[in-house]
């Protein structure tokens, strides 16, 4: 049933940025509870809002964070940089496109993740410091 939510949606077209696509899972293999949860992944990543209701387009969208954090270590950290914030990427927007009487990450959240992003001299710690406190709220019961 999911798959045909994803097939007939506009999350079944891939929308993470590409060089994310060897370290994350593929779109369409994605298990979503219902199209509205597919719209707000895809929403994470693009700061598109197609569909969607009580939403703000444009950035911060994670496809634009990714960038940033890669201009700002460098090539020298890239090859270190871009799996672990590709895979912190899904682990987040696949928790915070859930429905907001569920979801354990929230907008709030998001926020101080991005001021956390911001403020860290080495952006390699940022992302490690980012995934220490999600995964913290992924371990929190849900509801």
């Not at 929230?106 to 992003?117: E, G």
Request: glycine share 10%; proline share 6%.
């Amino acid at each position: 049933m999911l798959a045909g939510l994803l097939a007939g949606s506009a999350s079944a077209q891939e929308f993470v940025r590409g060089d994310c696509l060897n370290v994350v899972q593929p779109t369409r293999g994605l298990r979503f509870e219902d199209e509205t949860h597919a719209r707000w992944y895809k929403r994470f990543w693009t700061g598109n809002c197609q569909d969607l209701n009580l939403c703000f387009p444009g950035s911060p969208n994670w496809n634009d964070i990714v960038s940033k954090l890669l201009v700002k270590g460098g090539p020298a950290e890239k090859p270190a940089l871009l799996p672990k914030a590709c895979r912190l990427g899904q682990l987040i927007g696949m928790e915070w496109a859930r429905d907001r009487r569920i979801k354990r990450i929230s907008t709030q959240d998001l926020k101080r993740f991005s001021n956390i992003l911001d403020d860290a001299g080495d952006p390699l710690k940022g992302v490690e410091a980012v995934e220490v406190k999600a995964r913290a709220l992924l371990a929190k019961p849900q509801g």
